[in-house]
């Protein structure tokens, strides 16, 4: 059996990385959970899954799931140290990484020093540190497959084809709940129009992302990571419909796409099995019935700023993405919470970006100072709007 961590598992990931456990529970055996502070949902989790170790954000919350546990064994830990054990555990073979943030950073590389296979879906351990873990993971033969949908679309389209015979990449996207819009339109959004998506059912933070397209310009710097591509040879596409995942097309002119439902069980099952063949599951068929005209359009950089922003710090590279990922933390998380308007966040962004001063070649500890110098600058920047 294939012995599988999963560090983030009460979130949206996380609960659908269960999902294909429960379905191929003959294939794969629980090593251990790490969990925010849902709690609640950790603890049938573990009741359901009985993992060896579980991992939780607040040691304070250790007596409360104790006593949600009753009689259950599993030994419980806290904190990064949790979350690293959770991802080094001696009996796993490929680690789930769903862990929002930079948090996941030091779980990915200790996994990687420890020749676990990365099952990779928090965007921001490429986009902040990609440099660094993907030289770890070259240093140490270890294979970082995407969850992501595009990612692993384009995974799928590549098949371990030479990137000299890509000519292009499309990454395609659903436009947000924006789409069409305008920059005057923009400045009157409310928190319910930017979390209602077209397509998918996320977190909070990653559809704020989505509609204001920052999400996709992270993709497009984590693609460049994942696959040797320079950004110049990846395209984003808006492509509503969301059934084309991404395409990638090659020297000869041939595009090969990847298409199938909205369903994200079906990337975590490839990468969790991966290299062995596809294995038949019970979710749901794509139908060509259900979609009798799709779409494609280029994305307006000028109304969503943010795609622009992210194109630009990714070319150049260095610290600057440390930078972009952690000022549009805290813009995002100001939306959230009512203190910034929706149309300012790019704002916020690019007045960080230009105080930093950039450092091209940063180790693990200048990525971690500049995170934190621009979140104090992103935070005072929202404060004085």
């Known amino acids: ?5 999963v560090l983030g598992s009460t979130g949206s990931i996380g609960t659908q ?16 959970f790490s969990a925010g502070v849902n709690i609640d949902l950790l603890a049938k989790q573990i009741l359901e899954f009985s993992p060896q170790v579980v991992s939780i954000k607040n040691k304070e919350q250790l007596p409360m799931l104790r006593q949600k546990l009753g009689k259950k064994s599993v030994e419980i830990l806290s904190g990064d140290e949790g979350n690293i054990a959770v991802a080094t555990m001696p009996n796993t073979n490929r680690i789930v990484l769903a862990t929002p943030g930079l948090p996941g950073i030091m779980p990915a590389i200790k996994a990687i020093r420890k020749k676990k296979t990365l099952a990779l879906a928090t965007k921001e351990v490429l986009v902040s540190a990609g440099s660094v873990v993907t030289a770890e993971a070259r240093k140490n033969g270890v294979k970082i497959l995407p969850i992501d949908s595009e990612h692993s679309a384009i995974f799928q389209c590549l098949q371990n084809r030479p990137i000299e015979t890509v000519s292009r990449i499309f990454l395609t996207c659903s436009g947000g709940p924006f789409r069409g819009k305008k920059k005057k339109d923009l400045k009157k ?11 998918w059912k996320m977190g909070k933070k990653i559809t704020v992302d989505s509609a204001t397209l920052m999400n996709k310009g992270f993709e497009a710097i984590e693609a460049h990571w994942l696959f040797g591509v320079p ?10 419909q969301s ?10 002119g041939t595009i090969i796409a990847q298409i199938g439902p909205a369903d994200m069980r079906l990337p975590i099952q490839y990468a969790l099995f991966y290299p062995e063949e596809r294995k038949p599951n019970k979710f749901k068929r794509f139908s060509f019935d259900d979609y009798p005209n799709v779409s494609f359009e280029h994305p307006d950089k000028k109304t969503f700023r943010c795609l ?10 260095g610290t ?15 939306f959230l919470e009512g203190k910034l308007e929706f149309h300012k966040i790019p704002e916020i962004i690019e007045e960080t970006l230009l105080k930093h001063v950039n450092t091209s070649a940063p180790s693990l500890e200048e990525i971690f100072e ?7 600058e992103a935070l005072a920047l929202v404060a004085k709007n």
């Not at 959004?189 to 397509?199: F, G, K, M, R, Y």
């Not at 500049?370 to 104090?376: C, E, I, Y």
């Open 189 to 199: 959004v409310t928190l319910e129009d930017a979390l209602n998506h077209p397509s």
């Open 370 to 376: 500049v995170d934190k110098w621009a979140r104090g």
């Open 1 to 5: 059996m294939i012995g599988i961590s």
């Open 320 to 334: 600057l993405a440390t930078a972009l990922n952690a000022a549009n933390d805290i813009a995002v998380e100001a």
């Open 243 to 252: 059934v084309v995942h991404s395409a990638v097309e090659f020297v000869d």
């Open 17 to 32: 990385t269960l999902d294909v456990l429960k379905e191929h529970s003959k294939s794969f055996s629980s090593g251990g």
């Open 231 to 240: 950004l110049s040879k990846i395209k984003v596409i808006v492509h509503p």
């Open 308 to 317: 622009d922003l992210a194109y630009q710090v990714g070319t150049q590279g």
